[in-house]
């Protein structure tokens, strides 16, 4: 059974970062692409990252570029999402999903999704 499972996200303030954590089970992620998306009250889902596990290529969107990084670590079966530099408007519930071809941020080429994480950036 495929399974994604978020972790890592909470309160910081601005300017604070957060390391979010996509565990992934039921299959080897290393086949496959990961992508973190996010979504905050009353805005539509939003791609923030993606990653080709098996030769490591990213994407990220120009929204989050130089101050987020996406990587994965094969053995563990789990993808990361370094936030630095975090701003009230990173604020959202941020997805990990998986897709079995290509890579980037078209939300609609996900297959499998995990519950969320929140992410809080406030004073």
């Known amino acids: 059974q495929v399974q994604l499972v978020e972790s890592g996200g909470g309160l910081v303030q601005p300017g604070g970062s957060l390391r979010l954590s996509c565990d992934a089970s039921?299959?080897?992620?290393?086949?496959?692409?990961i992508g973190w998306f996010r979504q905050a009250p009353g805005k539509e889902r939003e791609g923030v990252s993606s990653?080709?596990?098996?030769?490591?290529?990213?994407y990220h969107a120009d929204s989050v570029k130089g101050r987020f990084t996406i990587s994965r670590d094969k053995a563990k079966n789990t993808v990361y999402l370094q936030m630095n530099s975090l701003r009230p408007e990173d604020t959202a519930v941020y997805y990990c999903a998986s897709r079995t071809s290509g890579w980037g941020i078209d939300a609609t080429a996900y297959d499998y999704w995990g519950q969320g994480t929140q992410v809080t950036v406030s004073s």
């Open positions: 990653i080709r596990v098996f030769d490591g290529s990213t």
């Open positions: 039921g299959f080897t992620l290393g086949y496959y692409a």
